[in-house]
């Protein structure tokens, strides 16, 4: 046995493991313009694939003529509704038990919906046959507006109405009117309306939170290749959740699952865009099968924006009651849900309106009362999670705005407000009014560290004296001060009541050690960014006493990775990363059993020690976990069967509840509205910390998405159901120009039931960041009247509300 | 279809000829035609600069330029600022200061950061975020891709600085015997 040379500091940080700062394993090859990503695939014989779309948002087709293209050099088929009907793929079903159409079936019901899908050698020959297949259209009403749509007579989907008139029951239950996708309830409408008519203040709210869209900088794409010799289809593409593409793809074209390989690559950003399913995917696959060769296809940017996965579009109406010393006492709350021609948004099954019903936020709210209409519209289909756990931006920037709609009515200060509602540390496990369990959360300390770190009395201060300045004509600037405290919920989920698609949202990893001491490890989950190949290996490296740099992540293939549910809703870490956790443990109780043999002791009398099991009492007889690996395979141990590997299905008892504390300091410019973001401090709590570079990373950018999609960004419509935010000249993404340096803060309390404690991060920014920067603007003009205008707030916008406050006499 | 015209291209130090459709767009010929797939394509109208490549010792979006145009041209792409054993100082700042999430913008970004700092060798930090407006980030918020060129700049003046010191001293030395 060699002597123990290295301190036990040393041999810790030699591992890389838990609350390291560890630099990422991924940037090599994309530093070197070495990534893989979809659009870098090619293959013998690939051909290219691309849609003829609607140029109406309603419209009847009348035939579709496809000779012409066919005459194109380089054209080689053009696939229709009617080619793809007897294959049973002229429709396939959406994540919300609905089912859209692949491929424009007699109508299309949103600009851009795919018509036809022409294949031909190359992208220039496929562009050229899409100007030249004829489409006979005949238009109809077009409904872009969710109340009109409910009042209509005019029917979007005929395929959901029966012969005689009545309508069936949807996925999610009975529907009032043709247009009308399902109600869903939470909470107790009639005490929590009883309590606000009895409450001494009340206040009341409408706010539309626009429609917008996640926009990764890559767009949405894949190549298929089915090879007829072996029966095997692989199919490439950016895929969130590969595993249950997999298994959808399996369901709708009938191939059996051991025959499909999904891939996902490296993938340009994702944020919610790619966890759905989209017809480029089916017609590429068909195209495959039809032409025996690879097809690829992959959108623009306009087919992204306008076509694929939107997020938000939420009317939503709310009551909240208090005391006069400004104890709430209850919430009612109403949205009417935009979701398009199709019923395609991404929640789980039980869920039809994601997590909204955490709209009760980081408050001890004791009654409240949730309903949620989904509606169609001739807009596109979608309702992701856009960088959020399902719906959670929406019910987080809801209850943040009302909270400062009731300060205003109790004329009370917001900071204050929030300091006498929230959900007292001792009150955790908390079960909230609508529902959840909240595991663990300490929001009086996040507030408390917040507001003394921006020195808000002191902001107050200054604010109050900006405001005389201005009244004195002094200035034409106006300073706002912007609140969020927010509470997440995140890691769908537990199987008891999380499904896609009945898929159960577990998630899993699986590890092999090799003889000399590295290893591999393999997860559900595939990474976007969030730099999983360095942060899984962390959790490990700290489970099994391995140098995270002696360890490999994989995922994405699910030929080898095991079946896990994908990365999306800030589930990764929660699930997955407990998958590895467990995973490891499992490792280490073999380790222990072959440690204990090499050691001439019994199990019992070993222990765990960073890098190696040492006999209890006696720190100079050690196996290091190395050693333990070589003989795992070597060494014949009676009882013990050779190798070193695990697997870990985790499925988790509850969701993570990460929260934070967040302070927007804005100035405006009154006559241009124009915006300075002189501040932003971001104090966040997500557990246990397990890469504190990429968290800061990750909160970074959370607040830029969230920047974003405050202060500009929109998927708008004309009333012809025209997108006018197509592009990127239209469709806003900030620019370094327009970003502010954020500063980062955080507090530690870790999830109860995550086996490190971790409760992710990732979407938290984004969902804290929306009602901090809007609150901001809000802020500004509070001392003018204003309770509420609707985002984004673009210069336009907020020059128009100091124009209707009189600021302009 | 029309009439192929004959290209004439130094890509990366490289010497390329070859027939082209004056359609055909300067990325789809690095991406498709020469397999240099560095430089993405994320929005096809010279906003999100995913695409950027130094053209004739110019930042360029090579999306929105007709092959037809670059006859001639010299091309720089990320694959020719370095590579595992030349690691250009932007490169290694960049994964040094966490610059980039899914990695998607960082060609162009690096591209372009490499050519602001030739125009620009000691920016400020406003001079940076104006110098990079042209590309878009949607991961990182552009803070550490700031820090990240700022400590490449920092780092290129000082290996700049020792370097002409040392050639001062080498005068020297001759001067003195």
Redesign the interface.
């Known amino acids: 046995m060699k002597d123990d040379v290295e301190n036990r500091e040393d041999r810790v940080a030699n591992l890389k493991g838990l609350g390291c700062s560890r ?2 394993v ?10 893989n ?1 979809v ?2 695939i ?1 293959l013998d014989g690939m051909i290219f694939g691309d849609f003829v779309r609607s140029p109406y948002a309603h419209a009847r087709i009348k035939s579709i003529d496809a000779s012409a293209a066919l005459e194109v ?1 380089g054209v080689l088929a053009v696939l229709t509704a009617k080619d793809l009907e007897p294959l049973g793929l002229h429709w396939m079903p959406t994540l919300a038990g609905d089912k859209q159409m692949v491929l424009a079936d007699g109508k299309v019901l949103f600009q851009g919906q795919e018509v036809a899908f022409v294949v031909a050698e ?3 020959a496929a562009a ?1 046959g899409i100007e030249l297949v004829e489409v006979d259209y005949e238009e109809l009403p077009v409904i872009v507006d969710p109340f009109e749509a409910l009042k209509s007579d005019v029917v979007l989907r005929e395929d959901l109405v029966a012969e005689d008139g009545s309508l069936p029951d949807g996925a999610h239950g009975p529907r009032k009117h043709a247009n009308h996708i399902f109600t869903w309830e939470a909470g107790d409408k009639d005490p929590t309306e009883e309590v606000i008519a009895n409450a001494e203040v009340v206040a009341e709210e409408s706010m539309y939170y626009h429609r917008t869209h996640p ?5 949405c794409g894949c190549v298929a290749s089915m090879d007829k010799v072996n029966g095997k289809l692989t199919l490439w593409g950016t895929f969130q959740a590969p595993h249950a593409i997999r298994t959808v793809v399996s369901l709708i074209s009938g191939i059996e699952e051991h025959n499909i390989r999904v891939i996902s690559p ?4 994702g ?1 919610g865009n790619k966890v759905g399913a989209y017809p480029g995917y089916v017609c590429s696959v068909v195209a495959s099968i039809v032409t025996g060769k690879p097809v690829k296809w ?1 959108e ?2 306009m087919d992204n924006l306008m076509t694929t996965a939107f997020a938000r579009d939420y009317w939503m109406t709310g009551k909240i009651s208090a005391t006069k010393e400004g104890k709430i006492t209850g919430l009612h709350c109403h949205v009417t849900a935009d979701h398009g021609g199709f019923d395609a948004c991404a929640d789980p099954t039980k869920f039809p309106a994601g997590f909204m019903n955490i709209c009760t936020g980081s408050y001890d709210i004791p009654t409240a009362y949730l309903a949620v209409d989904g509606v169609y519209t001739n807009k596109a289909p979608g309702g992701v999670s856009y960088r959020c756990s399902f719906r959670v931006t929406e019910a987080v920037y809801f209850i943040e705005r009302m909270i400062e709609v009731l300060a205003i009515e109790l004329n009370m200060d917001a900071a204050e407000l929030r300091r006498v509602n929230f959900i007292r540390k001792e009150q955790f496990p908390y079960t909230a009014a609508l529902g959840w369990e909240y595991d663990s959360g300490d929001y009086h300390t996040a507030w408390e560290k917040a507001l003394k770190a921006v020195d808000y009395e002191g902001l107050r201060a200054e604010q109050a004296q900006r405001i005389a300045d201005f009244k004195a004509g002094k200035t034409r600037s106006l300073m706002g001060i912007g609140l969020s405290f927010f509470t997440e919920i995140v890691g769908a989920g537990p199987v008891k009541n999380c499904d896609i698609l009945g898929l159960g949202m577990f998630d899993s990893c699986e590890i092999r050690i090799h003889p000399t001491g590295s290893a591999i490890a393999r997860l559900g989950t595939i990474s ?4 999983h190949a360095t942060t899984f290996a962390q959790i490990l490296a700290s489970e099994i006493g391995l140098p995270a740099d002696s360890i490999t992540i994989e995922e994405g293939d699910t030929d080898t990775a095991p079946y896990g549910l994908g990365t999306y809703g800030s589930r990764s870490t929660p699930v997955a990363g407990a998958a590895t956790a467990m995973a490891g443990r499992k490792i280490r109780a073999k380790a222990q059993m072959i440690a204990a043999y090499l050691l001439e002791v019994h199990d019992n009398d070993v222990e765990f020690d960073v890098d190696r099991f040492v006999v209890k009492g006696a720190p100079e007889r050690f196996k290091t976990m190395k050693e333990i690996a070589f003989a795992a395979y070597n060494q014949a141990i009676p009882g013990i069967e050779p190798g070193l590997e695990a697997v870990s299905y985790y499925d988790p008892p509850n969701m993570t509840y990460p929260f934070g504390a967040y302070v927007c300091v804005m100035d405006i410019d009154v006559d241009t509205g124009v915006t300075d973001i002189r501040r932003f401090y971001a104090l966040d709590d997500c557990g246990t910390r397990i890469n504190p ?2 968290i ?2 990750q909160v ?6 969230a920047l974003a999609v405050a202060m500009g960004q929109e998927i708008a419509y004309d009333d012809m159901g025209n997108v006018k935010t197509g ?3 239209d469709f806003f ?1 900030p ?3 327009e ?1 502010p ?2 500063e980062t803060d955080y507090t530690v309390t870790p999830s109860p039931h995550h086996p490190i404690g971790a409760k992710g991060v990732g979407e938290s920014p984004h969902v804290g960041g929306v009602p901090a920067f809007s609150n901001a603007v809000h802020d500004a003009f509070r001392a003018f009247g204003l309770r509420h205008t609707n985002m984004p707030h673009d210069h336009w916008r907020i020059w128009r509300t100091a124009h209707e406050l009189g600021l302009h006499a | 279809m029309s009439k192929k015209m004959h290209i004439k291209l130094t890509v990366n130090g490289k010497p390329e000829e070859f027939l082209a459709e004056p359609r055909e767009l300067l990325i789809y010929t690095l991406r498709e035609r020469l397999n240099i797939t560095g430089p993405h394509i994320g929005c096809e109208t010279s906003h999100c600069g995913a695409c950027t490549v130094t053209l004739n010792g110019k930042s360029v979006k090579a999306c929105t330029m007709f092959v037809a145009q670059a006859d001639g041209a010299d091309v720089t792409t990320i694959e020719g600022i370095g590579g595992p054993d030349t690691l250009h100082p932007l490169q290694t700042a960049f994964k040094e200061h966490h610059g980039l999430q899914c990695g998607y913008c960082t060609p162009g970004m690096i591209t372009r950061a490499m050519k602001l700092l030739e125009e620009n060798p000691d920016p400020t930090e406003e001079e940076i975020r104006f110098g990079m407006a042209g590309n878009l980030c949607r991961c990182t918020g552009y803070q550490n891709i700031v820090k990240s060129i700022k400590a490449a700049a920092s780092e290129m003046n000082a290996a700049g600085s020792s370097g002409r010191e040392a050639a001062g001293s080498k005068k020297e030395v001759e001067a003195a015997e």
Do not use: S
């Not at chain 1, 991924?26 to 990534?35: I, L, M, V």
């Not at chain 1, 926009?215 to 767009?219: I, S, Y």
């Not at chain 1, 970074?700 to 998405?705: A, D, N, R, V, Y």
């Open positions: 630099k990422r991924e940037d090599a090859r994309f530093t070197q313009g070495k990534g990503y659009d870098d090619k050099p190359d992208r220039y050229d926009c990764p900088l890559e767009t490296d993938i340009g950003g944020f992959i623009d940017r976007q960014g969030q730099g570079m990429i800061e990373g970074h950018g959370g607040l830029t998405e592009t990127l000249m993404l620019t370094a120009w970003v340096n954020y």
